[in-house]
């Protein structure tokens, strides 16, 4: 079936946009001090030969996407090349119809083989499924801001049968014996329709972070922003954090959450959450944590809202059974949350809840969110660092997700001269304050960025 609504790509174009970081950020066993953020063009075409662009971005964030003994340098070029291989996939692949159906093809089709050719021409250490995901999440962003700016309408209007040709029984399987059945339903039937315009915004405290003046190196930027986290929390009026930890030092991470939260709690601080980052290998180093601080600081653990991602992120690979963490814990799967089916696989294991983030395509995301909410996991939507456009998808899948607490946005914190020229047009969502994030000057189709206002010129 096919719809008159129906699209199809006829130009993309790439840019790529380096971002040195304030402050180094620490994933996993690698500390990040800069950043090339991917931001994509794409021009579709309906079958009356009307035209609109959409815009889409994201950081190519090489050490979340790609854990690996090779340079940052080396895999970002990688990556940057395989964005550049993918501008010409999505326009060659001829694909039409609803941006989900598009997107989920693509990811099915076409993204593969692109992956394979890409890592076949390279050799050495294959950039991973994850890493080939981020980079076409830009692709899918604009293809979703296109439809709706063709349609002239908000994207989030578009997520129904009047646009959709394939329910949600055509995308996602419910688990067998639910009694779910997705037949007739669509996107829009799990979304919040009646948005908020300001969520609470979580803080993310980084595992090389100065927590206290002991902490200072002398090599801390001296500029506008904090350094200490006190300081942070009472400019921004912060009241969740999120703690980086390196699962595989439990003494460090048990401190570090115990320093975090006394810091925290004493300037207003209400909610915590723990993220390992996929570096712990058996459930009860994270138990034992969890455990020490239940007996010693009951109130830091009542106040820790759940922990995220601590096992590896290759789920298929590590079917560990997390229940007895879960049974401490609200457990959020992150990086292994590569789609619905990874999702089902994390249930099973025992996984309560997921992590939902745009860098693994909005088509993803809201079928992730889809298969969750209906067999009854929580929700969060995560940061991946997002900065200028990249960081307007990210809050408006927030805003629609109905997640338990708002929403991560940490770019202010390690590069907030990044955004300056969108934050002149949105200055409430480049700019935590009272503990939240403003979203009331998002307006127009698509994702309402209002790019055209924003002084920003792209090479």
């Not at 970081?21 to 950043?35: D, Q, S």
């Not at 579709?44 to 950081?59: M, S, Y």
């Amino acid at each position: 079936m096919s719809k008159p609504t129906d699209i199809q790509v006829s130009a993309a174009e790439v840019h790529f946009l380096p971002v040195t970081m304030r402050v180094p950020l620490k994933f996993g066993p690698e500390t990040v001090t800069n950043v090339v953020c991917l931001r994509v063009k794409v021009t579709v075409r309906d079958d009356k030969g009307r035209e609109a662009i959409g815009w889409g971005e994201t950081p190519l964030s090489v050490s979340w996407v790609w854990p690996s003994t090779l340079s940052v340098a080396v895999r970002t070029e990688r990556m940057k090349s395989f964005s550049e291989l993918l501008a010409k996939k999505i326009v060659g692949s001829a694909l039409r119809g609803h941006p989900m159906e598009i997107g989920q093809d693509f990811i099915h089709g076409e993204l593969a083989s692109a992956t394979q050719e890409a890592n076949a021409a390279a050799g050495g250490d294959p950039m991973p499924y994850l890493g080939s995901l981020v980079a076409f999440s830009a692709f899918d962003i604009a293809i979703h801001d296109a439809f709706g700016r063709l349609h002239e309408r908000d994207i989030y209007t578009c997520y129904n049968a009047d646009f959709m040709s394939r329910d949600l029984a055509a995308f996602i399987t419910p688990e067998e014996g639910s009694g779910l059945d997705f037949r007739g339903r669509y996107p829009q039937d799990f979304l919040v329709m009646d948005a908020p315009k300001q969520l609470p915004v979580w803080h993310l405290v980084g595992g090389v972070d100065a927590l206290e003046a002991s902490d200072l190196t002398g090599s801390e930027p001296k500029d506008a922003h904090p350094v200490l986290l006190a300081d942070w929390i009472q400019r921004d009026g912060l009241k969740c954090l999120k703690v980086k930890l390196r699962g595989t030092d439990a003494p460090w991470d048990y401190e570090r959450m115990v320093r975090v939260g006394r810091i925290g709690f004493a300037n207003g601080v209400r909610w915590l959450s723990a993220d390992f980052n996929c570096t712990v290998k058996e459930p009860a180093y994270v138990n034992a944590i969890m455990d020490n601080l239940l007996r010693d600081e009951p109130d830091i653990y009542a106040r820790t809202l759940y922990v995220e991602q601590p096992f590896p992120y290759d789920l298929e690979a590590n079917q560990i059974d997390v229940r007895s963490v879960s049974a401490r814990k609200p457990l959020f799967l992150d990086e292994s949350a590569h789609d619905w089916e990874f999702v089902r696989l994390g249930r099973r294991l025992g996984w309560s809840g997921v992590a939902l983030k745009t860098c693994k395509t909005q088509t993803g995301a809201l079928l992730s969110l889809c298969w969750a909410k209906a067999h009854g996991m929580p929700l969060m939507v995560q940061d991946l660092t997002n900065p200028m456009l990249a960081m307007i998808p990210h809050v408006r899948l927030a805003a629609h997700a109905g997640t338990i607490q708002g929403v991560e946005c940490n770019a202010m914190q390690f590069y907030p001269d990044a955004s300056i020229p969108e934050e002149a047009i949105h200055p409430g969502l480049y700019r935590r304050r009272e503990g939240i994030v403003d979203l009331s000057t998002l307006r127009g189709n698509g994702f309402g960025y209002r790019e055209d206002e924003v002084k920003r010129v792209l090479a």
